[in-house]
């Protein structure tokens, strides 16, 4: 055996025995963002023995400021994140089993995912996947970490079911920044800073280190050096809809699984179709060619350029209408272009 873990092992919390436990256990990422690719490469690095990771999009050119594991080439190609992702972590690390989902976190996917995983770690960039995150964390009894960043702010939470409040219980009370969209930027340190915090509270959770969690809410300014760190214990609700006496669990409820968004701080809408589809890219490839615009095609997806917007078209059925915020608008160069 190689030595990889033994400065990792020479840590006396985790030892030789955290480490195999470190290999048993199985994480879940939501997102494979700035915050995803950071933490996939911290948990690949640190020998984990399962990730999955899931993310809906492709690398851009505007995403190599900070999505660490990415290169120029994944831009060029216009490859899946997870797709990239996985590639790379598997060259760090072969002996990890790295599942890429190249979907949208709905509802049924997540829970099915989130049975699986010892842990699930908040990567995402919006507010209505973390709440779908944090019922099914509930639903199905495991723990989740919630992480945000914006500019140079961050914040991060440990949620433990039975044990800490929800994320809907101190959002009454606490105003959480990072929550919503915003077009104000990011610097690399405040995601690093947020991961940091993450992976610290993961390799706890995942050596079963209980004794030694943060329990409190962390938010910090890197630019404006500022640090925060409040106890929320007190926010535990008895009559909270996702970890109350009484749940219903409101973010996967039916009508609140959208179909179509609009992308955080992005000219773009995604939209899903609302039976489950599988796409020939090839065939749809000869078809746009024939109504004029540029067509390029990869294994995964087909982008389809026509006067001032831009379709991406994923296998799954989903759609990417760039250069649009306008619901109807991106709804009908659907139907125009796609049936
Ligand atoms: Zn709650």
Not at 91 to 119: G, H, R
Not at 141 to 165: D, L, N, Q, R
Not at 182 to 192: C, E, F, K, L, R
Request: charged residues 20%; contains cysteine; aromatic residues 8%.
């Amino acid at each position: 055996m190689n030595n990889r873990y033994s400065r990792q092992e020479l840590f006396s919390p985790i030892g030789k025995e955290g480490q195999q436990r470190i290999y048993n256990k199985h994480v879940l990422i939501i997102g494979a963002g700035a915050l995803g690719t950071a933490s996939a490469e911290a948990l690949v690095r640190a020998g984990i023995g399962k990730l999955t990771i899931v993310d809906r999009d492709y690398v851009e050119w505007s995403n190599l400021q900070r999505q660490q594991l990415y290169t120029e080439n994944d831009a060029h190609n216009r490859i899946p994140k997870v797709i990239a992702a996985k590639n790379r972590l598997t060259d760090i690390n072969s002996t990890v089993d790295i599942e890429a989902i190249i979907e949208d976190a709905s509802v049924l996917e997540l829970e099915t995912w989130a049975e699986k995983a010892n842990l699930i770690i908040d990567a995402t960039d919006n507010f209505e996947t973390r709440m779908i995150i944090n019922d099914v964390s509930q639903k199905v009894g495991v723990p989740w970490i919630y992480g945000a960043c914006v500019g140079s702010y961050g914040i991060s939470y440990t949620i433990i079911p039975e044990k800490t409040p929800c994320l809907s219980c101190i959002l009454e009370t606490v105003p959480l920044g990072g929550l919503t969209c915003d077009t104000a930027g990011i610097i690399n340190p405040a995601v690093n800073m947020v991961v940091s915090h993450q992976i610290s509270e993961a390799l706890k959770i995942l050596v079963g280190d209980w004794d030694s969690l943060r329990n409190k809410l962390v938010s910090f300014d890197v630019w404006k050096n500022q640090y925060t760190s409040i106890n929320v214990d007190k926010l535990k609700n008895e009559d909270c809809p996702t970890c109350g006496i009484k749940r219903s669990y409101p973010f996967l409820s039916f009508e609140n699984q959208t179909k179509s968004a609009v992308l955080c701080g992005r000219d773009s809408v995604q939209i899903r179709p609302s039976v489950p589809v599988v796409r020939n890219l090839e065939a749809l490839e000869n078809l746009l060619i024939n109504q004029g615009g540029i067509v390029q095609r990869n294994p995964y997806l087909l982008s389809y350029s026509v006067d001032t917007h831009r379709l991406v078209i994923f296998k799954d059925g989903r759609v990417l209408v760039h250069g649009t915020k306008d619901i109807t608008e991106a709804k009908s160069l659907y139907h125009k272009y796609l049936g």
